[in-house]
């Protein structure tokens, strides 16, 4: 009996510090990311919180100031039908982050993705069937698939029929915003008005907008004019312009970020009410740091706070969601987390440097279980809950 009750102690034992190499002096695991950059900035999460576990939702309200619903605010979710808006799990989430004392972040109003087809087209009642790469012609003799579409060519095939005019996609986009915005003015304390505006290639010495949806049926001024709808709805409101990459080429003003700053100086000529610019942050191993704070440095410099608003650093594989919900995830070597950690560090000792306008720093996801970057294990906490190095690593940063 007594070899017994030694044994079970001694793998007890073994067990406790074993948990990515932690140690049980450590006393990170029990500190809440809210309260370490406290006075600094906000710490946010994003989730929609549909069928969350009440272990979930505790992390959620221990380590988080503010929420940002994940998909559900999004326009196809939110509005699929000129006469149809769905507001139940974005209501269910607003009132239990009021119930539970955490802010809420609206994403996004506008966005050429998840929009509905209806929006852009003369007849709304109308459906198209995408053109998938299956079903088009080949561009190479013997090739049955054929290339991929552009997304512009894939854009306009969801579109049945002609166009609407400038002026009805306007005044539906409005009525959109004014509705939105409206249900929850007073309980959203900002928005992300407009979302990855900016091509990925192209000329840098232009703002290098889309080429398709709202940019194609309306045109460049929509984005003000969604600022000013926003605002309209909500004077109170945070107004931010959200995107992706858009930190690169910063250092030496080329890039994604060079056109982000003639379409920022272009919306605050414009009058555009915007407060602030929100750098994504899907992030990895290899990211230019120097780019990121530099494009903290120049969107500062413009007269906006700074956010970053879908946090994710990848252990592992390219700069995507590269491996996909319902694939097994693939082994990563335990030096790829520390790898992660000290990423992870860095940059939020970047983040404190500049705390003077950066207002909110969002994970995009609470776990590696919950996140759009399957397989990567992209965030502070894995499948389980448990803390990974890259949360004591920004525990770390910020108590030191």
Not at 166 to 195: C, P, Q
Not at 291 to 303: K, R, T
Not at 333 to 359: C, G, M, T, W
Request: hydrophobic share 40%.
């Amino acid at each position: 009996m007594n070899r017994n009750v030694i044994v079970n102690f001694i793998l007890c034992a073994i067990v406790a510090v074993t948990v990515y190499g932690q140690n049980d002096t450590d006393t990170t695991s029990s500190k809440a990311l809210k309260e370490v950059y406290a006075g600094k900035f906000l710490i946010g999460t994003a989730g929609d919180l549909k069928g969350y576990s009440d272990a979930e939702l505790a992390n959620i309200k221990m380590h988080y100031d503010i929420l940002t619903p994940e998909n559900c605010m999004k326009p196809q979710p939110i509005h699929p039908s000129e006469d149809t808006y769905n507001f139940t799990i974005t209501d269910t989430l607003v009132q239990w982050c009021l119930d539970n004392g955490v802010k809420v972040w609206g994403h996004t109003l506008a966005w050429h993705s998840q929009t509905a087809s209806w929006f852009f087209q003369a007849d709304p009642s109308k459906t198209a069937e995408p053109v998938f790469r299956s079903n088009r012609p080949s561009a190479a003799a013997g090739n049955r698939q054929g290339p991929r579409p552009s997304m512009a060519e894939f854009w306009r095939s969801r579109i049945a029929g002609p166009l609407a005019s400038r002026e009805v996609a306007m005044e539906r986009l409005k009525s959109h915003i004014l509705t939105v915005v409206g249900r929850y003015k007073g309980r959203i304390v900002g928005w992300d008005v407009f979302n990855d505006s900016i091509a990925d290639s192209g000329d840098c010495t232009t703002e290098n907008l889309r080429t398709f949806s709202w940019y194609q049926v309306v045109g460049p001024d929509v984005l003000t004019m969604t600022f000013k709808w926003a605002h309209e709805a909500d004077p109170n409101a945070e107004l931010y312009y959200n995107d992706y990459n858009i930190e690169q080429g910063a250092v030496e003003n080329t890039g994604k970020h060079a056109s982000s700053l003639i379409l920022l100086k272009r919306l605050i000529a414009e009058g555009a009410p915007i407060d602030g610019v929100g750098i994504q942050g899907h992030w990895h191993l290899d990211t230019n740091l120097e780019d990121v704070e530099q494009a903290i440095i120049n969107y500062a410099s413009l007269g906006l706070k700074v956010a970053i608003t879908e946090l994710d650093v990848t252990a592992t594989g390219e700069n995507s969601g590269a491996f996909g919900f319902g694939r097994k995830p693939e082994p990563i070597p335990p030096e790829n987390y520390e790898k992660q950690a000290e990423v992870y560090k860095a940059l939020f000792k970047i983040f404190k440097r500049h705390s003077d306008v950066i207002d909110r720093v969002t994970f995009w996801g609470i776990s590696d279980g919950r996140s759009w970057r399957w397989g990567q294990d992209a965030l502070l906490f894995d499948r389980e809950l448990r803390p990974k190095p890259a949360f004591k690593a920004v525990i770390e940063a910020g108590s030191n």
